[in-house]
């Protein structure tokens, strides 16, 4: 049984900072211990925003208990700091990024390890070439209405407008303008192109390294959800890349992994050798849990065999289904 625990949180990508995300970690929290009639004590509130706020949960039973510091390895105000910049530069630099992912083939190779995911990359695609279709239709209709330059000057206002209008739409609902920054981040972190996220990967490897090198705790996870699992990956593969030694304490945990998002990418040669490092060398054991009504992660895939690595500790795959896990109300 283990007693006391060590976690290293890494939130997906969400225009938000640590202390949002620690809030919704308490409100969880105290549903599934709830649910599996558990008592649970959690300490430390969320204060100002730091790199690393941390929570500490007490969670015990019959006969047994467990101590865990969480530690959030936040990375929201780089994400802030895309969705800060004028909106024609984010929609220009997603769909830049958009077609990077296409011209290097890795939209191929997403249809190949898990091909639902085409679906979220089409999807600021075709949202923008319906607002194209739209305002060319209107164009278009006004000006076989009315002759003339009048017709062709008006046709082009409500069309442009049109166009603005499903765009600012598909905003509001579904936060188009987000997942175009989630692509820009994702193509420069393949490259290595933006300084601040590889400067925070490297601050991220200090504080794992400093942490568990002083923990006593009987397992120490690194935790991360979608995109967050390719800076968990870069970050403990550095931390690691010093005098901390591995062993069996060590687990990584991925759930909704955008991991592949950024692997398969054929400039992402530091990713893939960091994964390799993981698997092979260290041999961290590896729980990925993928969601089949999720179109934002990889069903079906796995973090080391679908990168062509099969030597080492091979990540085990969970296929969670939310309908089994929630009321029917929820799940709608």
Wanted: charged fraction near 20%; glycine fraction near 6%.
């Amino acid at each position: 049984m283990i007693e006391k625990r060590l976690v290293f949180v890494f939130p997906g990508f969400e225009p938000m900072l640590a202390p949002a995300h620690m809030e919704r970690f308490r409100r969880a929290a105290e549903r599934s211990a709830a649910v599996w009639q558990a008592d649970l004590r959690l300490d430390g509130a969320p204060g100002a925003p730091t790199l690393f706020p941390s929570l500490r949960a007490a969670l015990s039973g019959s006969g047994w208990r467990t101590e865990t510091e969480l530690v959030f390895c936040d990375w929201g105000d780089l994400i802030l700091a895309y969705a800060a910049r004028p909106a024609i530069e984010r929609l220009s630099s997603g769909l830049l990024a958009l077609a990077d992912f296409l011209v290097t083939g890795t939209v191929f190779r997403y249809c190949r390890v898990s091909w639902r995911y085409a679906f979220f990359f089409a999807f600021p695609i075709a949202v923008m070439t319906a607002a194209i279709w739209i305002g060319w239709a209107v164009h278009a209709a006004l000006t076989a209405l009315l002759p003339g330059l009048a017709g062709s000057a008006t046709g082009f206002v409500l069309g442009l407008l049109a166009a603005l209008a499903l765009l600012f739409l598909a905003e509001r609902r579904w936060h188009l303008l987000t997942a175009l920054d989630d692509w820009a981040l994702a193509r420069d972190l393949c490259r290595e192109r933006n300084p601040a996220l590889s400067a925070r990967i490297a601050r991220q490897a200090e504080e794992i390294a400093a942490r568990a090198a002083a923990s006593d705790a009987g397992e120490i996870v690194v935790a991360a959800h979608s995109l967050g699992a390719s800076f968990a990956v870069l970050a403990l593969d550095q931390a690691l890349s010093g005098d901390l030694k591995t062993d069996l304490r060590w687990h990584i945990l991925t759930v909704g992994s955008s991991l592949m998002k950024t692997t398969l990418h054929p400039a992402a040669k530091t990713q893939r050798a960091a994964v390799r490092r993981l698997v092979a060398d260290h041999r961290i054991a590896w729980t990925d849990c993928q969601g089949l009504s999720d179109p934002i992660n990889f069903y079906n895939s796995n973090p080391a065999t679908s990168l062509g690595i099969r030597e080492g500790r091979i990540p085990v795959a969970v296929r969670v289904h939310f309908k089994r896990l929630v009321s029917p109300g929820t799940y709608r």
